[in-house]
């Protein structure tokens, strides 16, 4: 094989512009044209954060070793790092000179196809997995044995990949791919997902690229107080490993997490186009507290809340929208550790770094089905507030915050609960489908209310109580119209009600919408009615 399509000058990268129109750049150019685009633009959510971790992966390895001016200077203390992540921000763009010396270094480990070092491959990969382009093309995720019923592609177009798409799947397959993949070495266990598949991803996003580089240049573990190990990318490696499923220490560089190889790979092409690749399960470590992994949020797996915390990476969930996690965004506490990238941000909000008073976290996450042996969805949110929400200026926000989360739910679960009660009265046997669907509707109908109103918040203009007291009274008057809905949509049947006899203690009860309407009406109308137990 020859060398050919060398990443450094080939444009592969999708990227958006000011103006909305979509093209694509090579790696040299991402970097010099950042402050004029406005993001990444990849075909799903998800395969542009493997893109801007390999983009974050260079610029650590470049800027953790040279000041601005190329000169060779590794950070001393934490102080250095901050320094030259403001000088950097005040300049507005990237010194090209320096970044382009340091990738055309390494410039054969950058080729996509390279009879030695293909990019993020092993070159001559056999007694692997074999896959379709299909199964590349993480739009499709096709299988020879799963054929999609209703796929974006078809024909040859689904069959073949030109380099730029191959080499923009590849980051994606190696971060998120799936456990569908048989070990090939005996007493193997399964490959697991790929690294970034188990995680709940966040990014700060800036309003260019440029700014979302830095955002996300963590150049201090956890935004605190200790500098990370000498960066070590893939490219930097001289030996490319080729060992099946191989367990690794946790890296404690951000370059070597960046570009950790969780798939052997290896691109099979015909002529002008990408055809298949052979997959192997790659390295691994231990995810319980790895810390070195700042783009997730977290959760205790403690079982009792008396043990010694024990932070698993939380992957989200695609029916709960992002403001209802709030306190695992910006919480802080002995059993809540929030993402190391809120504490970065926080820290150059409190450094006075940075002059934005808002900042826009964004997620993205894969659901995967059946033990995570396919992808079933790729889904993304994002949630804007004011940055002293995260510094100690906002404490005491933060935690009325996360009451009012709580009051919502239980707003949210009344009007669930007239739903249940009126699907009874008109003889459903349970009602939790009725349920279901109303609580979902609460949840989406004060969505975007919500929304504003955190993004409203000033910590150093408002009063806590003034702002929360507005809040209730719009929030109640959402939940309270999706409840006049409910019940003038009743059926005649559930006004003159049912009586229910419950077999296991023989006990009657008696379910009516007039009565439903006015016990939620009531538990509705303050915050002691909505915490009072009992239905």
């Known amino acids: 094989m020859e060398k050919e399509f060398c990443l450094l000058y080939e444009p592969w990268i999708r990227v958006m512009k000011m103006d909305g129109e979509t093209i694509e750049v090579s790696l040299l150019d991402v970097f010099r044209y950042a402050p004029e685009l406005l993001r990444l633009a990849g075909e799903l959510p998800t395969q542009d954060i493997a893109m801007l971790r390999l983009l974050l ?45 340091y990738l055309t270094h390494y410039e054969d480990r950058f080729y996509l196809f390279h009879p030695q070092f293909p990019f993020y491959q092993v070159a001559g990969l056999d007694k ?3 896959y379709t382009a299909g199964k590349l093309n993480g739009e499709l995720s096709e299988s020879s044995n799963k054929i999609r019923l209703f796929p974006q592609r078809t024909g040859k177009n689904k069959e073949m990949l030109g380099f730029a798409e191959a080499a923009r799947w590849l980051l994606y397959i190696n971060a998120f791919d799936d456990t569908s993949a048989k070990p090939k070495g005996k007493g193997l266990p399964s490959p697991g997902v790929g690294w970034l598949g188990r995680l709940g991803l966040i990014t700060g996003v800036g309003n260019n690229l440029f700014e979302t580089l830095l955002l996300n240049l963590v150049l201090i573990k956890d935004g605190e107080y200790e500098l990370w190990g000498e960066p070590l990318p893939v490219w930097e490696v001289e030996e490319v490993k080729s060992d099946e499923r191989t367990k690794i220490s946790v890296p404690d560089n951000l370059p070597q997490l960046y570009t950790l190889q969780s798939r052997r790979l290896f691109l099979k092409r015909h002529e002008n186009y990408v055809t298949g690749y052979l997959l192997l399960g790659g390295d691994f470590f231990d995810r319980e507290n790895a810390f070195i992994e700042h783009m997730t949020i977290w959760r205790n797996a403690a079982r009792r809340s008396s043990d010694t915390p024990e932070y698993h990476p939380r992957r989200h969930n695609p029916s709960r929208q992002l403001w209802r996690d709030f306190s695992v965004l910006a919480g802080q506490s002995e059993t809540i550790r929030r993402p190391g990238i809120v504490n970065w941000i926080a820290r150059l909000r409190t450094e006075g770094l940075i002059p934005h008073t808002h900042i826009n976290f964004q997620t993205a996450s894969v659901k995967y089905g059946d033990k995570d042996f396919f992808i079933d ?14 510094t100690d200026l906002g404490e005491d926000w933060t935690m009325r915050i996360v009451d009012e989360i709580s009051t919502a739910d239980r707003l949210v679960f009344q009007v669930g609960l007239l739903a249940q009660n009126l699907a009874r009265a008109s003889g459903d046997s349970d009602g939790n489908a009725q349920k279901n669907m109303a609580m ?7 969505d975007m209310p919500f929304r504003r109103w955190l993004e409203g918040i000033d910590p150093k203009r408002d009063s806590i109580n003034e ?19 409910l019940i003038n949509q009743a059926s005649p049947q559930a006004f003159v009600g049912r009586i229910k006899v419950d077999e296991r203690n023989n006990r009657e009860y008696r379910y009516n919408a007039p009565e439903a309407y006015n016990r939620f009406l009531y538990r509705t109308s303050s915050r002691e009615a909505l915490l009072e137990r009992g239905e």
């Open 57 to 101: 992966a260079v610029l650590h390895s470049v800027f953790e070793r040279y000041d601005l001016e190329g000169e060779w200077a590794p950070f001393a203390e934490p102080a250095d790092a901050l320094k030259r992540w403001k000088e950097l921000w005040d300049r507005g763009s990237f010194p090209m000179d320096i970044i382009e010396d």
């Open 128 to 130: 692997a997995t074999e």
């Open 377 to 390: 969805d790729v889904f993304s949110d994002s949630l804007s507030f004011n940055l002293d929400l995260l």
């Open 440 to 446: 979902e509707q609460g949840y989406f109908r004060l």
């Open 467 to 485: 702002s929360c007291a507005r809040w209730w009274e719009q929030e109640k008057q959402v939940i309270r119209s999706l409840g006049r809905e």
